[in-house]
């Protein structure tokens, strides 16, 4: 389904507007955890994970979710029908890798998701190098009648910056699983990150470029953070890890959504973290004041998502 066109108020294809159009109803995401552990911290594909990944939730015991996700979800579903007058849910499993396990046990988790009445679809956040063909074959079944994304955590497209954040797979491994998830029924999200050590904004933009060129219906971006605890703390104190500004991180934005797609709706444009583990960079907005941040520097320039999208291709054929 196309994401239709960019109101010129709003600037950029939101998510949540793609979800009302796409349901003609108010949706929202409630976050479960479904007891995953990642293959980048047991052993299988790594030690010690991501830099920025917050150790102090990883522990064994939380291999097993100690609620069941029907509760979690009753929880989810009841905060955000009281706060934003949701009607209708996607339920989102977030925490770690979530088809990183026995594809029977993948299939009861979903299904008990799905079989709520007031769950439209779900969305599971994943590793590009974690996800078998039967876990693909599963999510495309549902698929057939519910709304199925699949997040794929990409964070940078330079196989130099994934090494040394230790993020344990390789681009080559993101395209190969964007193939396989392509033609499936299912909805591809990817996840990036800006501002690691050592990247530049060129770079960096790289990505806007690449992803249009995908079938990658919607992106997560947000700067990088350190929070306590992380490899990317010690980094920060040690001064290895000097983090973006703001404006830095506004205008790299604002010059990622000119060049991306309008077609690709945009989840997410920050991250942040409680303020008692949050250690750089330190800017004290919400996710809301973000994205009007954004839009805003969209409206000083005059510009919108996409309107460069194209400008690369047009130029490397000679159309000017
Ligand atoms: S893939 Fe995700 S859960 Fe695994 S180490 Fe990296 S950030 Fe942490």
């Known amino acids: 389904m196309s994401n239709g066109p960019i109101h010129s108020d709003l600037r950029i294809n939101s998510y949540g507007s793609y979800l009302r159009r796409r349901f003609s109803c108010r949706v929202s995401k409630v976050n479960v955890d479904g007891g995953f552990t990642c293959p980048n911290r047991d052993g299988s594909r790594g030690t010690g994970g991501c830099i920025y990944c917050d150790n102090s939730s990883f522990s064994p015991k939380e291999t097993v979710a100690l609620i069941p996700i029907e509760e979690q979800m009753a929880a989810g579903m009841a905060y955000h029908r009281t ?34 009445p007031d769950v439209l679809g779900i969305s599971v956040g994943t590793r590009p190098d974690s996800i078998s063909d039967a876990a693909i074959d599963l999510l495309s079944d549902l698929a057939r009648d519910r709304y199925v994304c699949v997040e794929l955590g990409l964070q940078s497209m330079d196989d130099a910056i994934l090494s040394r954040i230790n993020r344990g797979h390789t681009f080559s491994e993101y395209l190969n699983a964007v193939e396989r998830l392509a033609g499936r029924g299912l909805e591809i999200c990817t996840h ?27 992106v997560k971006l947000h700067q990088l ?50 303020l008692a583990i949050r250690v750089a960079p330190n800017w004290n907005l919400k996710n809301n004041q973000m994205w009007y941040a954004v839009v805003n520097e969209l409206k000083r320039r005059g510009s919108w998502q996409g309107c460069r999208f194209g400008d690369q291709a047009r130029a490397a054929n000679g159309e000017w």
């Open 83 to 116: 706060r934003l007058g949701s009607e209708k849910f996607i339920v989102y499993f977030q925490k770690f890798t979530n088809t990183y396990g026995d594809p029977q046990r993948l299939g009861d988790l979903y299904r008990r998701a799905l079989d709520h």
């Open 192 to 218: 990036l990150i800006y501002g690691f050590p050592g990247e530049t904004r060129g770079g960096f933009l790289k990505s806007a470029r690449l992803l249009s060129s995908l079938p990658v219906n919607s």
């Open 225 to 274: 953070h350190a929070v306590e605890g992380t490899e990317l703390a010690r980094m920060y104190r040690d001064g290895s890890y000097p983090p973006i500004s703001l404006e830095e991180y506004l205008g790299a934005a604002c010059d990622f959504l000119e060049e991306l797609s309008p077609r690709i709706s945009i989840q997410r444009l920050y991250g942040s973290a409680p």
